[in-house]
């Protein structure tokens, strides 16, 4: 908006007493239009019709939530301290929490203290902070092919320059890793190494130990973003890649409560070490003080007085049924030549149509069939695969989802 002439020529205060045109108010910063929406969202605005069998979203299954042993961790320290829980808390988190979380980390194979510990809102508050602390506009951030959509925001509003390192089924290519840090110096690598969103793979310990040595030898921090590990359902367990050697002073582990207790908590965990972990403390304070003290302190008395690896195997039990569920129908609902993935653990199940769909454009018709994925391109920092998508299959009952991929099929067919 430009000003008049009449602006221009008659001071504001003599307009008393007539209306005024006023003056425009300054832009906003560069960074908030370069960084668009999440178009995952965006799907769940239009898919919102209770009819829309919706594969879109990566919601965990709500009747499955421990909502009683919930209400009573939060009832329980409501009751005994409730001065506590409802005050304001320390930056770095409440020590009951982080003793809780880091005996967990130290029990699956990572020795880690209560001070290595950063508790944060949500994992993908520990993504915003990191991107604060370490990337400068136009550092390079590496991250894999296709990477999680609000992970390329978080580090886009940073000013980060994306370069997407080549993946197959396994995940990240090592040798096009070593390659890639030798030509744009990077300043991290963010990785989702098991069941990976958005294609549910995981990376094998080969290429984990390949990945520290290729930091530690070039250089570069390592984000190891992890929300979905306990959620397997099959194979063994692959230890991080910040148990390897070289990885160890240079490698960030994320955690989450998000998909094992409730995402609706927004309680996650930064570790690293003490000196990004300190410096992601200050980013914390001017972000929002910390994360709310009740529910750290209730997610603490839960893990003192429940078995959370028993709710969480019940939890992955059923998703194991439900994963099942999509991959046998799967092979009627997409065209001939499509291929897949299929993922030991986590919530999605990610598929490439044959050459020449394009999944975004099919998208409309496939929703007026009441069903929805999420298109692939989104997820990809570089050239997009068009003919991707991602579904979640967490969300629904089996004969639900065989119902959604009936009406996919009949969509894609259309
Ligand atoms: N990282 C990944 C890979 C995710 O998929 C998600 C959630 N979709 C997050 C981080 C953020 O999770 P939260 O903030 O709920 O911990």
């Known amino acids: 908006m430009t000003a008049t002439v009449t602006d221009a020529v008659v001071p504001a205060d003599k307009h008393e007493g007539q209306s005024q045109v006023p003056a425009p108010v300054p832009e906003f910063a560069a960074r908030a ?24 979203g990566g919601l965990p299954a709500p009747e499955l939530f421990d909502a009683a042993g919930v209400a009573a961790a939060f009832q329980a320290v409501l ?4 001065g506590t829980a409802l005050q304001y808390s320390t930056t770095e988190g409440e020590p009951a929490l982080r003793a809780a979380i880091a005996a967990r980390t130290t029990a699956r194979g990572l020795p880690t203290d209560a001070a290595d510990l950063l508790v944060t809102t949500g994992s ?48 990240l290519d090592p040798a096009a890793l070593d390659a890639l840090v030798a030509e744009h110096r990077p300043k991290l690598l963010y990785t989702v190494p098991t069941f990976q969103n958005p294609t549910g793979r995981t990376l094998p310990g080969g290429r984990r130990a390949a990945v520290a040595e290729v930091a530690a030898r070039r250089g570069l921090w390592i984000v190891e973003d992890d929300p979905y590990g306990e ?14 050697p070289g990885a160890e002073d240079r490698t960030v582990l994320l955690g989450s409560f998000s ?21 992601c403390a200050v980013a914390k304070q001017a972000a929002d003080l910390h ?26 039990g059923v998703y194991r049924e439900r994963r099942d569920a999509m991959l046998a129908g799967l092979g009627e609902a997409l065209p001939d030549g499509s291929g897949w993935v299929r993922p030991e653990g986590g919530m999605f199940v990610w ?9 975004t454009s099919l998208l409309r018709t496939v929703i007026a069939h009441d069903v929805a994925y999420v298109p692939g391109a989104p997820f990809f920092a570089g050239e997009p695969d068009r003919a991707t998508l991602r579904m979640c299959f967490v969300t629904q009952a089996p004969d639900e989802i065989a119902e959604g991929l009936r009406r996919l099929g009949a969509g894609l067919r259309e």
């Open 231 to 244: 959620l397997r359902f099959e194979g063994e367990r692959v230890p991080w890649i910040a148990t390897h």
């Open 79 to 82: 009751t005994s301290t409730p």
């Open 351 to 359: 598929a490439r149509l044959p050459e020449g769909y394009d999944t």
């Open 33 to 56: 239009a370069a960084v668009g929406g999440s178009p995952v969202r965006d799907i769940l605005a239009v898919t919102a019709r209770p009819e829309v069998i919706n594969f879109a």
């Open 259 to 279: 998909k094992v207790m409730a995402p609706g908590l927004r309680l996650g965990w930064l570790r690293g070490p003490a000196a990004l972990v300190r410096a």
């Open 291 to 316: 994360t709310p003290t009740v529910n750290q302190l209730a997610a603490a008395r839960y893990l003192a007085d429940r078995d959370l690896d028993a709710h969480v195997a019940r939890v992955a």
């Open 124 to 171: 993908q508050q520990a993504l915003s902070l990191l991107a604060t602390v370490l990337v400068e506009p136009g550092d390079t951030v590496l991250v894999e092919s296709p990477c999680y959509l609000a992970a390329l925001q978080a580090f886009a509003f940073a000013g980060a320059r994306l370069v997407p390192v080549p993946c197959d089924d396994e995940g």
